[in-house]
């Protein structure tokens, strides 16, 4: 009787199957950035805002309000400017998000003090900045001219990604042009609509004269404004602030004047001169930017020569700034650089990652003593001390945002390597070897005092815990609802002078819960290791099971809350 061969899983189809597995993944954090887009993180104009308002008068006690970028004095005299760091500093991250910081100068654009606007980072690491009170002063008369100083400003013990985060972010905006104290920095919309029929908003780009122009449903083009590159320039009475518009193709559209010293009269005349406007029509910025105004045939407007040729100059060099401006890919863009520790911190969490990797393969680690060397070195280096753990509030923090890499290099390799290592392989070596919690469960692991059997019907309820949490932290992530994800898990708890009372009850729990059964909190409690697992490339890929369908949940959610958005 012939022998049946036992039947191959068909590899094509494991491949294909576990595609789509991530690709249901990276669905759910595109749809988590696409949601976050929709939001303005600033509001350019601080005039109206209370907050800021306030902050201006305790910095700067003869100040009695904020008009555009300029803080002014009962007369109405500019005594001092009020900068934030975003949108220019966005791109800089701390654990989980950027902070927009307000920065108030004095009339020398020295710094006076900085204070948090708001921070997409983890709550528990602001508010420790917040509460330092050494923090803030130290930015105290640190200028646009600074190049050497800002690394010489200390992180706040237990946030340091956060505060090594705000300090470059300052840094970065600092690293910029000088506000004006002559004109208002935010463009009068009548006037934009003047360029832009439609406009119904403006936004300031990572530039700091360049606006986005919005309508209703998209960007319909985008504004160059010559202040503050121009404001030395001046006509018949003094400087012109002009607002130059360009279409989505990045042609001009037409200038008009915003806000001026001169005379109305001599100012009108600009927006109605037809030739004067026709020259400029259909130019790019680039092609502004080389223009010679002597040589191009620009003889000033007829009765506002010298304010048409003040206008003429100051579009030449507001373009070229804007041309010039850094890329702002770095968070050293003003020269701030983290200490040599702080490398070194990331040298140990890259080492500890890649040794985790050999012992989850195999080729290292059949010695338990070297075992225990090294869950006690996870514990101590990535856990106390750098704070380098993957979760859930870096996970969402980073599809809103950006990926840390200027900031927290090491910690951003670690989660490359937690996420890649099982996508690829049947491993799953952060949360086998590198997870800090992970380690002190393993230690705990033979040393239960009280160990329990589990029943099955429980332990299958108790195996739903980590996706319901996954489903919170989507519907947070999709609905901007200020939840603090940190405390759903433990690992802040290891900063523990600045960790929450329900981070540190999570981490308390789950220590316990481990001693009563072995690995509890890592197969009960973690949404981490619930979401490495279902990325895991196993055996049995090629069978849709209750993880394929918790996804899949996961996935209809954010598409619901987007589209109700």
Known sequence: MPVRSKKRNPPLKRVLVHVLRVAIFVSVLWLIRDAHRQTVWSDADLSNSPQAIEFVQQSVPEATGIAGERVVDSSGNAIGSILQTSPQSDHIIGYSGPTNCLI?????????????????????????????????????????????????????????????????????????????????????????????????????????????????????????TTSPFADQLSGYQGPTMTLAGFDNDGKCVGLVVDQTYENQPYASYLNDDRPFQKFYVGKTLEQLAELSPEDSGIDGVSGATMTSLCVADGLVLAAK???????????????????????????????????????????????????????????????????????????????????????????????????????????????????????????????????????????????????????????????????NLASIEPFDAFAFRVAGWATIGVFVVGLVASLVSPMAYCRFGCPTGALLGFLKFRADSHRIGSRDWAAMLLLVAAILFRVVA
């Not at 803030?136 to 706040?156: H, M, N, R, Y």
């Not at 338990?368 to 990535?382: D, E, G, N």
């Not at 002190?440 to 099955?456: E, H, N, T, Y």
Request: charged share 15%; with cysteine; proline share 5%.
């Open 104 to 224: 108030v100068l004095d009339a020398e654009n020295q710094i006076v003090s900085v204070a948090i606007a708001n921070s997409g980072d983890t709550v528990d690491h602001v508010r420790a900045v917040k509460d330092d009170p050494d923090f803030a002063k130290a930015f105290s008369g640190l200028g646009f001219e600074t190049s050497d100083q800002w690394q010489q400003i200390d992180a706040v013990s237990g946030a340091t990604l956060t505060s090594y985060a705000i300090i470059a972010s300052v840094a970065n905006r600092m690293g910029g042009s000088a506000p004006s104290l002559k004109f208002e920095a935010q463009p009068d919309m009548e006037n934009v609509r003047a360029l832009f029929d439609d406009a119904v908003r403006i936004e300031l780009t990572d530039r700091s004269n360049i606006w986005d122009v919005f309508s209703d449903s998209a960007k319909v083009g985008f504004l160059l």
């Open 321 to 483: 700034a804007a041309i010039e401006a850094p890329a702002n890919d770095e968070a050293g863009g003003s020269g701030f650089s983290r200490r040599a520790i702080s490398w070194w911190a990331d040298a140990i969490t890259v080492l500890l990652t890649i040794f985790g990797m050999l012992l989850s393969f195999g080729q290292i680690g059949k010695s338990k003593s070297l075992r225990i060397a090294y869950q006690l070195a996870v514990i101590l280096f990535l856990g106390l001390i750098n704070g380098h753990m993957l979760s859930q509030a870096s996970v969402v923090g980073w599809s809103k945002n950006a990926i840390p890499w200027s900031v927290a290099p090491g910690l951003v390799l670690l989660s490359i390597a937690a996420f890649v290592v099982p996508i690829v392989s049947k491993h799953q070596p952060y949360c086998h070897h590198i997870c800090p919690f992970g380690a002190i469960q393993q230690l705990a692991k033979k040393r239960s005092p009280w160990p329990v059997v589990i029943p099955k019907t429980l332990n299958s309820v108790l195996e739903f815990v980590p996706f319901a949490l996954l489903l919170l932290v989507v519907i947070v992530a999709m609905t901007g609802t200020s939840f």
